[in-house]
């Protein structure tokens, strides 16, 4: 995530996949000097020198398909679609190639599949091929991108900062019932750690969740409990399903224990990490979903986590491509997942945010929610804790008992309320009547089954109570 360690990192940060800093036919010694600049970081320097060689070598089609890649490296892509433009009247089959790229990476979809198009003719001469398609997936891509301009969520974000890429989780402002989130050194000596990662704990402080490389080297999601004493059990990956081709990385497990955000690379990715979701049931976390725009972009998108207490979700992002730094985004969200139309000409704006602004309601009063996190930041008691969440079509969230207008519907959260803990309460019962099995236990099989049915049950009583709550509120 760093453009100052080497030209193929910059690479990758820029377009995450396709174009090349390539070899050039202009003189060797200025290039590789210009290369070097760029690798140890200095871009704008490595910049300044490869405009002056090209004022030596204005025909040199090389030299521009550099400086686009440079240029968009640190997210001027305006003077990178110039450049790239200047190296394709040069000759540059690659720059129409990286036109492509950077069309894809603003959303415009209808002029990337055209570029690639008109890449793909210089390929052949007549009848006969005479250059090898280097395109890779970015068809693949272009596909992914138009599919996920169809489900952009709508969501307000009210806050931005950019804060250095080495500790951005110390940035994340959470309550204690959301957890914390830690560096690797929190793991205890003898346990592998993926870098870069964080430690995840709950805020029981029992277990940690994290990324550590397995023996091929891909990142994995590893889990491991608190034992009786200061002892911590061996780890295990955290769910079989999770690296989908990729590495995963970044977790985060709602309070819930079963919802489960981390960021992946894999296939269904955007390009570089994107965020997923999964959930846990009794044979462990399903299939990952992509969230989806506007989390999501071609660049890195990863740690995304949410505070049920102050109201508000953070994740961390290099979509702004600013050297050695991440950008983070505070954002209310929403119970209900509400996309934007996609017809809405805003809505590559909107998918990239372009400005926050963009997403603002009048009604939302966001120095009351920016004074929620400082409460959190100071170590505040203040904010009022919420009893639970449930959502009124119509009216909204309720956090409280006092939200409700109508007393039957006051009555009858009570009663779901009462139910919820007891389908909690035998749900962890059941859990550790299957642990005891899991370790020998084999003569409380029957009751197992038993368990479960009721379970079953008493989960489809629980839907109706909160419907009665509703209904009755409604």
């Known amino acids: 995530m760093e453009l100052n360690k080497t030209i193929s990192e910059l690479r ?5 996949a396709g174009i090349l800093l390539t070899a050039s036919s202009a003189p060797a010694q200025s290039l590789d000097e210009a290369r070097t600049l760029a690798e140890d970081g200095n871009i704008a320097d490595a910049i300044t020198m490869l405009l002056q060689i090209e004022a030596d070598e204005p025909k040199n089609a090389e030299i521009p398909q550099l400086l686009g890649d440079l240029y968009l490296g640190t997210g001027r892509d305006d003077d990178a679609r110039q450049a790239y433009s200047e190296a394709r009247r040069k000759g540059s089959r690659q720059a129409i190639l990286s036109l492509a790229e950077l069309a894809n990476l603003n959303y415009r979809v209808d002029e990337a599949r055209q570029l690639l198009e008109d890449y793909r003719k210089t390929l052949k001469k007549g009848k006969r091929t005479i250059a090898t398609d280097e395109s890779g997936d970015l068809p693949d891509r272009i596909d992914r991108t138009e599919n996920m301009l169809d489900r952009v969520e709508q969501i307000e974000v009210i806050d931005s900062i950019v804060v250095d890429s080495e500790d951005f989780f110390s940035h994340f402002r959470l309550s204690a019932e959301s957890g914390s989130i830690n560096p690797p050194d929190v793991l205890p000596a003898n346990f592998s750690a993926a870098h870069p990662t964080i430690v995840y704990e709950p805020e029981s402080g029992r277990q940690m969740i994290w990324a550590a490389p397995d023996n091929e080297g891909v990142f994995k999601l590893m889990s491991s409990s608190l034992l009786y004493g200061d002892d911590w059990e061996k780890p295990a990956p955290l769910g079989d399903d999770l690296g989908e081709g990729g590495d995963a990385n970044y977790p985060f497990l709602m309070p819930d224990g079963i919802t489960l955000y981390f960021a992946n690379d894999g296939e269904n990715s955007l390009g570089g990490l994107d965020i997923f979701i999964s959930r846990r049931n009794e044979d462990g976390f399903l299939q990952p979903q992509n969230i989806g725009m506007p989390y999501n972009s071609p660049y890195d998108d990863y740690m995304f986590a949410i ?29 209900l997942r509400k996309n934007v139309d996609p017809d809405n000409p805003d809505i590559s704006r909107l998918a990239r945010l372009s400005s926050i602004k963009d997403t603002w309601k009048p009604t939302t009063n966001r120095n009351e929610i920016l004074r929620r996190i400082a409460a959190v930041k100071s170590g505040g008691h203040n904010i009022p804790k919420k009893q639970f969440e449930i959502f ?22 009570q009663s779901y309320l009462t139910a919820r803990q007891q389908v909690a309460d035998a749900e962890n019962k059941l859990a550790a009547m299957r642990s005891e099995y899991s370790r020998g236990n084999h003569d409380n099989a029957e009751l197992i089954r038993q368990a479960e049915k009721q379970l079953s049950e008493a989960k489809g009583m629980l839907t109706g109570l909160r419907n009665t709550v509703i209904s009755a509120e409604q």
Not at 12 to 16: D, I, N
Not at 405 to 410: G, I, K
């Open 392 to 413: 009124i079509p119509g009216r909204g969230i309720y956090t409280t008992l006092d939200d409700f207008r109508q007393p039957q519907a006051r009555q009858a959260m």
């Open 12 to 16: 990758r940060m820029a377009l995450t």
């Open 307 to 335: 505070d049920e207490l102050t109201g508000v979700g953070w994740w961390a992002t290099d979509r702004n491509r600013i050297p050695g730094k991440v950008t983070i985004y505070v954002f209310i969200p929403s119970e």
